[in-house]
């Protein structure tokens, strides 16, 4: 059964941190690892990682993926409030045709204080 | 441009009833999966519906069901509520056509058993 472990759980950092978020995962015949960040309710989508050592950024935040050691990281620069949300890494095995299930993590919170 | 729209917002159930809940996928998108998502767990994957059939299925028991319409839209039904039904409830769609395997999600039902 595919496996997804975040860490840490929750953090609480000050304004103008940085970050670094950690996933680790077991997935049978791996396609992508996704990163999503959920304030109130919908998951909004960040990053999709499908090959090893190819950092993706978008402004402050950036993700790399480690295929061999079975990881990815979110870095989070110069943190604002505005980044408080929980932070959810999934899966996606490639199983063929349409079907693409995604297997979650626990998430992380992150909690920026001003 | 919609994105993925869910209804209701809100629900209260009592336990042993039938809810149905609905979502629309963004404007292009073909597939529909549910997800439920527990407090402060991951989101876990219900089942995913594409050209109005389900594709896959997550580790749910018979009494969570679905429906994919014409229009892409879906319903989610679950009878016989039990207390542990209480979750928010996320639909997802994505699109089938490139390379697009990043899923969008609608805002939730939080459904309440008591």
Known sequence: EDKVVQSPLSLVVHEGDTVTLNCSYEVTNFRSLLWYKQEKKAPTFLFMLTSSGIEKKSGRLSSILDKKELFSILNITATQTGDSAVYLCAVAPNSGGSNYKLTFGKGTLLTVNP | ?114
Request: proline letters at 5%.
């Open chain 2, 1 to 114: 441009d919609a994105g993925v729209t869910q209804s209701p917002t809100h629900l209260i159930k009592t336990r042993g009833q039938q809810v149905t809940l609905r979502c629309s996928p963004k404007s292009g998108h073909d597939t529909v999966s549910w997800y439920q998502q527990a407090l402060g767990q991951g989101p876990q994957f219900i089942f995913q519906y594409y050209e109005e059939e389900e594709r896959q299925r997550g580790n749910f028991p018979d009494r969570f069901s679905g429906h994919q319409f014409p229009n892409y839209s879906s319903e989610l039904n679950v009878n016989a509520l039990l207390l542990g039904d209480s979750a928010l409830y996320l639909c997802a769609s994505k699109g089938t056509g490139g390379v697009t395997y990043e899923q969008y999600f609608g805002p939730g039902t939080r459904l309440t058993v008591t």
